[in-house]
């Protein structure tokens, strides 16, 4: 798995490719949590790029939605498709985290 991040709109837009499970996700985990440490409290994560996402991927969303939400920031999601929002869908993860069709629209109604 690759991610790379960037600013925009003051928004901290993590771009996530290839894989998120067992053997990836916590350093995607570890590296999002030094971000937030940083000061980034608004994040958007971009999966048009992930292929994959394991339970053990959920459970780093979920963690990383928490720190967040402790720091007073806030969480979005968009570019789901395929099997990874099969997985968000069946998790129910959309049910309590915004998720958006692209970047663009996360970044406008992303925070609230």
Same mark, same amino acid.
């Given at each position: 798995m690759k991610f790379v991040s960037y600013q925009e709109k003051g928004f901290l837009v993590v771009k996530v490719e290839g *894989?998120?499970? /067992?053997?990836? #996700?916590?350093?995607?985990?570890?590296?999002?949590?030094?971000?937030?440490?940083q000061g980034h409290q *608004?994040?958007? /994560?971009?999966? #048009?790029g992930l292929e994959y996402i394991s339970s053990a991927g959920l459970r780093s969303i979920l963690a990383i939605a928490k720190k967040l939400k402790g720091a007073g920031g806030s969480l979005s999601l968009c570019s789901l498709t395929g099997l990874v929002k099969e997985v968000f869908d069946l998790s129910g993860f959309d049910n309590f985290l915004p998720v958006f069709a692209d970047v663009e629209q996360a970044l406008a109604g992303g925070g609230k």
């Open positions: *894989r998120m499970d /067992i053997a990836s #996700s916590p350093e995607f985990e570890k590296s999002c949590a030094t971000l937030i440490e *608004r994040f958007v /994560i971009d999966f #048009s």
